[in-house]
């Protein structure tokens, strides 16, 4: 039996992606609800042209030996936050057990069927596992994410650039604070690479991916086109966000539960972002949060950058 407690009930994603699209503003959650988008997902994982999740998984594959050794053994609850299907979260948890840590896994994500396969994939290792469904970007979520004083240490997990999926300035110092003194964080971030960063995503793969919350509510390629524009955060040099939004070339109808909600010719819907690094950027933003680095890693092209870090 699959044990998932539910923070986020999906009444209340229906009527937040409601919401969502009345606003023009889809977030990153919404690409991972509908069986649609977690099948273009998982597609675009298993398929190899998705390279940040091939740079974030091979950097976790060859740095787990690594990065269990600098934690003691004894018993170490693992959170993982968006955690996705959790197969990278997987690879660390079975290197560090093998070097006598006694791993709790507790997955946290929005998505039902990616929280199923995490948990799925841990039970199958033989790890106990708790699935939370939560929207850690929530505060009452993230208040319900806080360690009591009395569990064991923590190790958090953000991996697969998804700090970059909000806004990494806030989410940083919201992730601080869950850490105890005795706590850490393992985070990473993409390496930004002006045109090749773009064409990273722009591709059909990821454009199908991109698309699929779309085509679930009945909006097509035929009723407009999928924009990616790549831009620059003022807040704090050698910040990118790569954002995308669907531009309508004609009248459209999303249909949602049996309820039509309109898009007008020439509307914009804005789709979920990601930020890119400069890599002393990436630093910054963590030091800048309270945390201190403890270990860090770089994939074999130097596009991604992976940190193990503690309170300062």
């Not at 919404?30 to 597609?43: D, E, I, N, T």
């Amino acid at each position: 039996m699959i044990a998932i407690h539910a923070l986020l009930t999906e009444n209340d994603l229906a009527d937040e992606f409601v919401a969502a699209f009345r606003a023009r503003r889809f977030a990153e959650k919404f690409f991972y609800w509908f069986p649609l988008s977690v099948r273009a997902w998982l597609a675009l994982c298993s398929d190899g042209a998705y390279r940040n999740y091939v740079r974030s998984r091979s950097l976790i594959a060859q740095s787990a030996d690594q990065l269990a050794r600098l934690v003691r053994p004894g018993p170490l609850e693992v959170l993982s936050l968006g955690s996705g299907q959790g197969d990278k979260d997987l690879l660390l948890m079975n290197a560090l057990q093998a070097h006598g840590v006694r791993v709790s896994y507790v997955p946290v994500d929005t998505s039902q069927a990616l929280l199923e396969l995490a948990c799925q994939g841990a039970m199958g290792a033989g790890l106990p596992v708790h699935g939370i469904k939560a929207d850690f970007t929530r505060p009452d979520h993230l208040a319900a994410l806080a360690p009591d004083p009395d569990t064991p240490p923590r190790l958090a997990l953000l991996l697969g650039n998804t700090l970059g999926a909000f806004d990494p300035l806030a989410a940083a110092r919201q992730l601080r604070a869950l850490l105890r003194p005795h706590d850490s964080l393992l985070v990473d971030g993409e390496i930004y690479a002006a045109q090749q960063t773009v064409a990273g995503y722009d591709n059909p793969l990821n454009r199908r991916f991109a698309w699929a919350p779309l085509v679930a509510v009945g909006i097509t390629e035929q009723d407009g086109e999928l924009v990616f524009e790549d831009g620059v955060d003022a807040r704090l040099p050698g910040l990118h966000p790569l954002a995308k939004h669907f531009r309508a070339t004609r009248d459209v109808a999303a249909q949602v539960g049996g309820e039509s909600l309109m898009l007008s010719a020439g509307e914009r819907l804005e789709l979920n972002h990601s930020y890119k690094y400069d890599a002393d950027t990436f630093r910054r933003i963590l030091a800048d949060a309270g945390l201190a680095a403890r270990w860090r890693g770089t994939s074999d092209d130097a596009r991604f950058l992976m940190v193990l870090a503690g309170p300062a």
